[in-house]
């Protein structure tokens, strides 16, 4: 089980944000035959994730880039 989002400090949030944007990335520049590092798009997890993260930044009034899914 994940803890709470909202238990998390503004800078962890932005940090996770970061995290998981980068990963995408990473993901996206191999070929499309490749086999992901890290599975982004292939996990619903991630998107769950990233989308609570995204909503409680917007709660706490921080901008950060939307997350291009």
């Known amino acids: 089980m ?13 940090m996770m944000h970061d995290g998981v944007l980068k990963s995408l990335s990473i993901d ?6 490749a ?7 292939e996990s619903s ?3 769950r994730l ?7 930044l917007q709660r706490r009034e921080v901008a950060v880039a939307k ?3």
């Open 28 to 33: 996206d520049q191999l070929p499309s035959s």
């Open 67 to 69: 997350i291009p899914w």
């Open 50 to 56: 990233a989308d609570a993260i995204e909503q409680e």
């Open 45 to 47: 997890e991630w998107r």
């Open 2 to 14: 994940h803890e709470p989002i909202q238990g998390h400090s503004t800078n962890s949030l932005v």
């Open 35 to 41: 086999s992901k590092i890290y599975g982004v798009r």
